[in-house]
């Protein structure tokens, strides 16, 4: 497979748990009047309280262990937000701030976000703002649309902007993220994807991620995720390799109208990864795909029409011979022999760089096709 769409835009914007109880088995709290709510995602309003949280802390780690006490993140996260919001002292928040802080590092995003509110307020904790933004991105990147939300209302203030490097280029990361986690036209899942995939703008290299963003995209027909999304499940790339969804992913991108999907489809067919082998079928996906213009469509049709001729169909038979006349300045071979690097001449490893170096030499010797492929790549 191969053709992975490629474009990653950033647009910029002008622009809610541990031990068995919170506190140690010693500790005695006096009610105060009135007790204080539990603070929501969006934050609490600011009042004197939060110094003294700081110069006050409670301890709430079980004899002399974490926080949360060995329970699971999810488990520490939900006995976290049932203590704060029958806490009666606003010391016991400091306790809940690093039962949080703890459920967030060992992976619950639920904890992130509500602990990244509160770094960020220092509510619980002395503010620490990157160590904030940092949590309700990683609430962001697990699934909490309202931590996206609440992080890029904070980076809109520009006093508060100004605390972190490259804000303009978060926010706008932070925005698409939240778009696609809303569903909002545009593609923002796929663009997201692809930003994780090869780490541009903010967003880091994190196939896993991109994976997850592909998903979400797919779910609501997005046609250009599906079909990344099966890329990523054939060739076992943030995700574990599962050529049979691999299939289906394709083939729900081309009823969707991805035409790289239909050519995607085409090339399992080829070669019966995660369905039954049908070069015949092959065929007529690799040319419905060229009829639209799908260079990748093309190429297969080419070599599928070319072996049908007596070319070798044995992949790494194909590559040296299609090598061999691609030295022998046949542009056609050079784009062969670089369609076929794209793919991976073992249907698993992909080489990129050898993949442009035969497209341009295929350019240079005249393949319309490959000039188009290396313009597009």
Known sequence: MSGVLTSCRIVVAVCALGAASCASASLVLTPLAPPPAACTIDGCASDSSASALVSAPVDCRPAGGSPCGGAPARECTSRALKAWSGSQDDRAISCVAQMLGEACTLGDPQACAFAGRMWVDGRGVASDVERGIEMLVRACDGGV???CAVAVRWLDA??????????????????IERAC???EPGEPCYEAGRCFYFGRNAFPRDRALAVEEYQRGCNIGDSRACNNLGDALAYGEGVERDVARSAAMFERACHLGEELGCANLGHMFEHGQG???????ARDLFRAACKSGEIYGCLHAEMVAAEDAGAPHDPLRALSYWIRACAASDARACAFVGVMYEDGPDDLTRDTDKSLEAMNRGCRLGNGYACQWVKEH
């Open 145 to 147: 649309p309202l931590a």
């Open 158 to 175: 520009p006093t508060h902007a100004r605390v972190l490097k490259d804000p303009l280029e978060l926010r706008a990361r932070l925005e």
């Open 181 to 183: 986690l809303a569903g």
């Open 275 to 281: 369905v039954a082998r049908d070069r015949s079928l």
